[in-house]
C-alpha cells in the first residue's frame, strides 16, 4: 500500500470508529418518538431529520451555483470553473451519494418494529457534521 492509500484507510478507519462511539454516546440523548409510535409516524420522524441532513449537500450546491453565477464558469462547459468549484461540485457528488444510502438506512430504520429511533436523530447530526467535515478536509 502506497503512503497515500495508508493515510487514506487510515482517515477511513478512524472516522468509522469515531462515528460508530459517537452514535452510541449520543443515540441514548437523541429526541425519539414514543416507545409505541406507529409506522407512519417513526418514517414522519426520519423524513425530518433526514431533511435537516442535507443542508450540507444544499450550501455546496449553493457554493457551486454562486461561484457559477459569479465567474466565466456560468457556461459549464467553457472548462472555466476554478479549484474550488471543481472540490465544491465533488463535494456535492459524494454528498449525494452518502446522503441516499443515509436516506435508505434510516427509513429502514424507521420501518423496523422495536427501532431505536434515538439513532435517527443521532445519525442525522453525526452525518451534517461528518459532511462539513468531509467538506472542510477535501
Known sequence: MRPAQRTVAIGAVSGVVSMLVAL???????PAPPAGAAVA???????RWDALAVIPILLAVVAVGNGRALSEAIDPLAGKES?????????????????VIFLMATLALAAS?????G??????????AARLVFWIGY
Open 113 to 117: 418494529e422495536g427501532a431505536r429511533m
Open 24 to 30: 452510541s454516546l449520543l443515540t441514548p440523548r437523541m
Open 41 to 47: 409516524e417513526r418514517i414522519a420522524f426520519a423524513l
Open 119 to 128: 439513532m435517527v436523530s443521532a445519525g442525522a447530526v453525526l452525518f451534517i
Open 83 to 99: 479549484r474550488a468549484m471543481i472540490i465544491n461540485g465533488r463535494v456535492v457528488d459524494n454528498g449525494v451519494q452518502q446522503f
